[in-house]
């Protein structure tokens, strides 16, 4: 079975520092364009950055210069290094993948189930 599994949450004060991962688990075979998003109580879903397979970088406007999304393809896994943050930036965190080819088939749209992250003092 496959797995998006984030992990990395947490309280942080603001204007600190936090570092999100999601890693796929299970047989994979390749990942197209993974992402991440988040949600605030009360708010839709957000992008919050994307990065193709090809290590092309897309962030939400609001988001530039303070996050950092990385990917390791021998790793299946991506990264979220969020600087300076804000308490507005609190939500919950989710991975998606577009893609993902796996020795069941090739699976479309698919989420983690989050990991939270407050920003408090």
């Known amino acids: 079975q496959v797995q998006l599994v984030e992990s990395g949450g947490g309280l942080v004060q603001p204007g600190g520092s936090l570092r999100l991962s999601c890693a796929a688990s299970?047989?994979?075979?390749?990942?197209?364009?993974m992402g991440w998003y988040r949600q605030a109580p009360g708010n839709q879903r957000e992008l919050v950055a994307t990065i193709t397979e090809d290590y092309i970088t897309n962030y939400a406007e609001s988001m530039k210069g303070r996050f950092v999304i990385s990917r390791d393809n021998a790793k299946n896994t991506i990264y979220l290094q969020m600087f300076s943050l804000k308490p507005e930036d609190t939500a919950v965190y989710s991975c998606?993948?577009?893609?993902?080819?796996?020795?069941?088939?090739?699976?479309?749209?698919?989420w983690g189930q989050g990991t939270q992250v407050t920003v408090s003092s």
């Open positions: 299970g047989t994979i075979f390749s990942i197209s364009t």
């Open positions: 998606h993948a577009d893609y993902i080819s796996t020795n069941m088939g090739l699976l479309k749209d698919y």
